[in-house]
């Protein structure tokens, strides 16, 4: 396996960067995970749209043009043999010592890995997860794709601990924001699509706006809107999206099962949407 560092293909066992790099003291950071699906890699410029605006956020620019970028993103699958799998990027501000401010010169850090991953069959049943419900305890920026993922991990940890596969997140309101590192989506019981609006609460998915896109050319109604644990609870189907799960059925959250405990009908045909997309 190789990894992306600063210019270098090298092994992955020995990809390193230096200690007073910001992402690891600070989290100064941010990434993108890009799946790859038989040779093609998903929405590609997209992700790295939401890069660039990721950095933007943070004060900082593209490490390099487009061009370049996408060029060592396809050497990374060539070299790792990859096939269908996900592609890893982050930057980070770089070194220097350790100090809060952003320092004023800066050399970012640029690393990539590349993973295996079965390819997304929504033929082969879908596999559901059981979701826990938390309290999000995330900063207020979370549509910036950072590094910054204790609380999640923290969270999804909790969720584990409990015998559950994630947890959804819950903001002072009540409110769903999202999955530890998926959005959140249910099917109301009248047949409605909701998925919060990507707000600073949420991460704007690159495959929820994808299926919104889809769901929207089927005629299905969609509403980017708020849901409360509650809600999900008295919906007919609930599920999760992300690049690296693409559609995860939810069919229990807490100690209660969603609609009747199965995968539910309209969940199965977005997925089915979503892989007829990947081909
Ligand atoms: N997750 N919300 C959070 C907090 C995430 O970390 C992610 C991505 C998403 C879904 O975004 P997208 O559809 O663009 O992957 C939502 C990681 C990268 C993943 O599991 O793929």
Known sequence: RYAYV??????????????????????????????????????????????????????????????????????????????????????????????????????PTVVMTARRMPVFDPKKALKAIKVKSVEDIRWGRCDIKTTQLLAAAFSKQIALD??????????????????TSNNAWIVTKEGKLKTRKADHDILNGITRQCIIRLAKNKGMEISEEAFTIEEALNAKEAFVTSASACLKPVTQINDQTVGNGEVGLISSEIAQLYADFLE
């Open 162 to 179: 409990d015998g559950f596969d994630d947890a959804w997140m819950v903001d002072q309101e009540g409110f769903v924001t999202e999955g």
């Open 6 to 107: 600063n210019g270098s293909y090298i092994h992955h066992e020995e990809a390193s960067v230096h200690i007073e790099d910001r992402g690891f003291q600070f989290g100064d950071s941010i990434y993108e995970v890009v799946y790859l699906h038989k040779g093609r890699l998903i929405d590609q410029d997209p992700h790295l749209d939401r890069m660039e605006r990721s950095l933007g956020e943070i004060g900082m620019e593209m490490p390099m043009s487009r061009a370049a970028m996408k060029l060592i993103i396809q050497e990374m699958v060539r070299k790792n043999r990859l096939k269908t799998g996900l592609v890893y990027i982050q930057v980070t501000r770089g070194s220097s010592t350790r100090d809060f401010p952003f320092p004023k010169t800066y050399r």
